[in-house]
């Protein structure tokens, strides 16, 4: 496999661990919203987090709050 990207966005975890195997770069979801909120395309991640939640995406209140900090939400 050959490729010209940076990075591969992905959340399956049985993916994730093939793509780590293969010595490909990974991002997921959350990793997005930490990026763009890094980059000032987005203003709070904490709305898109709780909607994540709202509509069924499994996030750890541990995961959940270290985002939130990383960012400077909490």
Do not use: F, W
């Not at 990793?31 to 750890?60: F, H, N, T």
């Amino acid at each position: 496999m050959e490729t010209n990207a940076d990075l591969l966005a992905i959340n399956d975890l049985k993916a994730r661990g093939i793509a780590n195997a293969m010595g490909v770069k990974i991002i997921g979801m959350l990793g997005i919203l930490r990026l763009a909120k890094d980059r000032g395309m987005l203003k709070q991640v904490k709305p898109l987090l709780d909607e994540l939640r709202k509509v069924g995406a499994y996030i750890s209140n541990v995961l959940y709050n270290r985002i939130l900090k990383d960012v400077g939400e909490i």
